[in-house]
């Protein structure tokens, strides 16, 4: 996906090909939200779900 941060608002796009937007649709996971809403945020390089991480070309 794209995750978009500027200096008022942070957007994100999932890839079309993942599986979670495959199955459920891409409106489930598409955000654009004011940055001065957001109160905290994390960022995983490991993904544990093997489903998902199986799927994710290396």
């Known amino acids: 996906g794209v995750l978009l941060v ?8 999932p890839h079309r090909t993942d599986p ?3 199955e459920r ?3 489930e996971y598409g955000i654009m939200c004011p ?13 544990t ?5 199986d799927s994710i070309p290396p």
């Open 6 to 13: 500027t200096p008022n608002n942070i957007m994100f796009d």
């Open 20 to 22: 979670l937007v495959l």
């Open 25 to 27: 649709g891409c409106e």
């Open 35 to 47: 940055l001065d809403e957001v109160q905290s945020a994390a960022v995983y390089k490991e993904i």
């Open 49 to 53: 779900d093997s489903k998902i991480r």
